[in-house]
């Protein structure tokens, strides 16, 4: 029970914690400077935490569904709009707030853009400074410049520094058998672990689930072939 609590250790070297770390600071500091020229220091710096926690996901984990392109593009949007619409609605209290932050939950799943740190900007954009609702609707203008770019930076950084960015999906390699298969190991945990080592990347799971995950794929595989076959003999 104890040992679920204590944290999994980082397949990464200290080299991509600097490179994750600089890529962070200076895709915030660049954002929050580019929202304040055109909206004012007083807007800029309330998204502040918002684009800071984005910017450790685009930068530190990269490769995760949670930091490509549309995740952040598209949660932003739906978070203001409806962190506006609730305000408007309802007013601006911790309730509203609360209320915004899992609506725009919902439609970040629906539309499949799901970024964690929106959850908090729809409570920022609920619970504003002056000069942000001054802005009125228009407050989706520098949540948009912000996200806008800090993700111009990560593509930018990222692939100026051996980190593809963003993510494609990926082509199946092709196996060319010259002979019979005589062993069928099993893949274990340390050999997932030393694979995320090799490839010196951040990846938002333990080596312990992505072994669950690919022992349920050959069951659910093995299963899949023996009803092909049943249904060839039917």
Known sequence: MLARWLPA???TRPAEWSRAAIGMALGTLFSIWVCAQVFGPEVALHLLGPLGASAVLLFAVSSG???QPWSIV??????SVVALLVARVLG??????CLAAG???ILMCWLRCLHPPSGGL????VLADPASIALGWLEVGPVMLGAGTLLLTALAYNNLTRTRYPKGASEPALVLETRPREVDPKITAVDLEQALAQMEQFFDVTPTELEQLIHIAEDHARR?????VLAERV
Do not use: D, H, V, W
């Not at 729809?122 to 954009?125: E, I, N, Q, R």
């Open 74 to 79: 598209g949660s932003y949007l739906c978070a």
């Open 103 to 105: 609506m725009a939950l």
């Open 9 to 11: 250790a980082i397949n």
């Open 92 to 97: 601006r209290s911790l309730g509203s707030a």
């Open 65 to 67: 569904a949670l930091a």
């Open 224 to 228: 899949r072939s023996i009803g092909e």
């Open 122 to 125: 729809a409570m920022t954009l």
